[in-house]
């Protein structure tokens, strides 16, 4: 069991770290109130069982065999360029305006917003939400730039990382890699046998022709009030059979960059310690993991398998390997990690109540970025739509590592090559 206190919020500063917020606050914005993420941890709200009313999507079968990769017996991490992620904003999401056309609920999110949300006390680095409340209706938007289809890396750790936003293991590199490292790996464990399980509609982004991510969206209502729901999209990457029946997965990667900033060599350690490879994880990355339990508890994932994905060389952040793949059952895992979901709703519903309050318009929760809360403004309509959209850069434009250590990463990675020959041919 790997027992972690709640943090709270309670995180130690760390000195080096210069931490920035995540939007720049304005001066004409008007700051309307300011939580302590101390209140936070005494809420609590049970929320009835969700009901799904519809699912889109296709989704391939998990390829059983990546349970059974080891160090010894690792695989190559490849590339899935064809593949196309969509990363859709509420509002923006054609199945969300039509069921709030229809009335089938007045709050909207996405289970990426709403994880964020449920975990704020966990987290250290500044995010933010965007809330717009139309007539009775709130929709959680993220804004075009947000960090929040990226994934933070060390954030809850105590060793500072580079600040140079050009290291490749400065805190931005290092969330780039990791969104990265988290499609590939979500579509490499899969069964490329042409077998999907087509939901009740297909994407709802996906054009004719595009190939499509593994990804099923399940738009699940919960009921907050008498007569207030809240409607949201869950994903899950894939399904498996199970005693003929069908189980839905989340699929999620921790990434190792370099043993020496964890302590935890992962070749050494993964086949006879995981225990101990995972509690360091979560000490140093516990609002990243809480955020994906979290996910997978909103979609009623039946699995979240996590892979751990290391560089191939520390000072190459190009290449990487799947050094062993874990299962676990969401509920099991988030009493675990000390994720109370009766909390995790008690958050939701404190800020559904306070932003219920609020007058027509728009506004902007932001994490602060060296305290332990959130504030709430209230933004002019226009504001952030001319923001310019911070995706990954493309390979070519991305820092690269020095010369010598690329030679170095490129003859390990033919070493590798040479060893996993061998390992598969020893198989």
Known sequence: MYHLNRPGGQHQR???AVFKSSVDIQPEWNMLDQIPFSTFSKLAFTVPEPEDLLMCGALEF??????????????RLERFKNRNFFKVT????????????????????TDTILSTLMCAPRSVYSWDIVVQRVGNKLFFDKRDGSQLDLLSVHETSQEP?????????????LSVEAAYINQNFSQQVLLKDGNKVSLDEPSPFASEGE??????????????????????????????ELNNQRSFLTLNALNEFDPKYSGVDWRKKLET?????????????????????AQALLASADIMKMGFV???????????VILAVAGYKPKDFAAQINLNTANMWGIVKSIVDLCMKLNEGKYVLVKDPTKPQVRIYEVPADAFDNDYLEEPL?????VQPPAEDRENAEASVDVADAEVKEATTEA
Request: aromatic share 8%.
């Open 14 to 16: 760390r000195e080096a």
């Open 62 to 75: 998990y390829d059983k065999s990546f349970d059974r990769v080891t160090p010894k017996n690792e695989r």
């Open 90 to 109: 509420t509002s923006d999401d054609p199945v969300i305006r039509r069921l709030a056309s229809e009335d089938k609920a007045t709050i909207f999110a």
């Open 161 to 173: 990382l580079p600040e140079a936003k050009d290291d490749i293991n400065s805190a931005h590199s």
């Open 211 to 240: 190939e499509a991510a593994s990804v099923g969206y399940r738009y699940r209502r919960w009921k907050l009030d008498n007569d207030m729901y809240l409607v949201a999209r869950c994903e899950v990457q894939s399904v498996i």
């Open 273 to 293: 310690q995981r225990g101990a490879v995972l509690a360091t994880e979560l000490k140093n990355n516990v609002n990243k993991i809480a955020k994906w339990t």
């Open 310 to 320: 290391s560089r191939v060389h520390p000072r190459d952040h190009f290449n990487h």
């Open 394 to 398: 493309p390979e070519d434009e991305q």
